[in-house]
Antibody, heavy 126, light 106 residues
Framework: QVQLQESGPGLVEPSQTLSLICDVS??????????WSWIRQPAGKGLEWIGRTYSSGYTDYSPVFKSRVTISVDTSRNQFSLKVNSATAADTAVYYCAREDLRTQGSGSSSWFDSWGQGTLVTVSS | SYELTQPPSVSVSPGQTASVTCSGHRLGDKYASWYQRKPGQPPVLVIYQDSERPSGIPERFSGSNSGNTATLTISGTQAVDEAEYFCQAWDSYTVVFGGGTQLTVL
């Protein structure tokens, strides 16, 4: 049973970089069977997909975040990370890391998140 | 960008059937997934690829997707099903979530 755990500062000052790490246990990122994503939920709002990475270092980003987000993978440590540059109060949210199962089929592609971390609250404030 | 729309809230009596909808342009041409989220807990996948149930999810959860609307149906709704439900779809290498629906069992 794969488990994911987010870690990082719970408080970030405005204009600084928000950095989080997701540790994966019970399964190897290097297996190449899954993608690994970051998702957040601001208070009172819905879920927002930020982006994904793969064991090769491949990444996809949401157009909303693409200009100031970096997701990277470290297969030797079985973890992946998120960096959000120039953080503002609008980046205050619960951040989740999740395993994404992505399938390409004749009728199109589909993906779903079958394992999630517990989530970590990050507050951007001085 | 692609958008998914959900009603903010749905109410159901215990034992009755609850239906939560998710609307998007030609959503039936894509695959929809559904997540249940309770306060203080991470989301849990309850339906993927429109109608597939992960292991451990009760049979009372089912899904369908056609036209512009995907629907999550909970038959014989129980008090433990009270939660927020999110739909999700894949679109052009990105992921889109609906705004969420609060299901109240009363």
């Amino acid at each position: 049973q794969v488990q994911l755990q987010e870690s990082g500062p719970g408080l970030v000052e405005p204009s600084q970089t928000l950095s989080l790490i997701c540790d994966v246990s019970g399964g190897s990122i290097s297996s190449g069977k899954y993608f690994w994503s970051w998702i957040r939920q601001p208070a009172g709002k819905g879920l927002e997909w930020i982006g994904r990475t793969y064991s090769s270092g491949y990444t996809d980003y949401s157009p909303v975040f693409k200009s100031r987000v970096t997701i990277s993978v470290d297969t030797s440590r079985n973890q992946f990370s998120l960096k959000v540059n120039s953080a503002t109060a609008a980046d205050t949210a619960v951040y989740y890391c999740a395993r994404e199962d992505l399938r390409t089929q004749g009728s199109g592609s589909s993906s779903w998140f079958d394992s999630w971390g517990q989530g970590t609250l990050v507050t951007v404030s001085s | 960008s692609y958008e998914l729309t959900q009603p903010p809230s749905v109410s159901v009596s215990p034992g009755q059937t609850a239906s939560v909808t998710c609307s998007g342009h030609r959503l039936g041409d894509k695959y929809a997934s559904w997540y249940q989220r309770k306060p203080g807990q991470p989301p849990v996948l309850v339906i993927y690829q429109d109608s597939e149930r992960p292991s451990g999810i009760p049979e009372r959860f089912s899904g369908s997707n056609s036209g512009n609307t995907a629907t999550l149906t909970i038959s014989g709704t129980q008090a433990v099903d009270e939660a927020e439900y999110f739909c999700q779809a894949w679109d052009s290498y990105t992921v889109v979530f609906g705004g969420g629906t609060q299901l109240t069992v009363l």
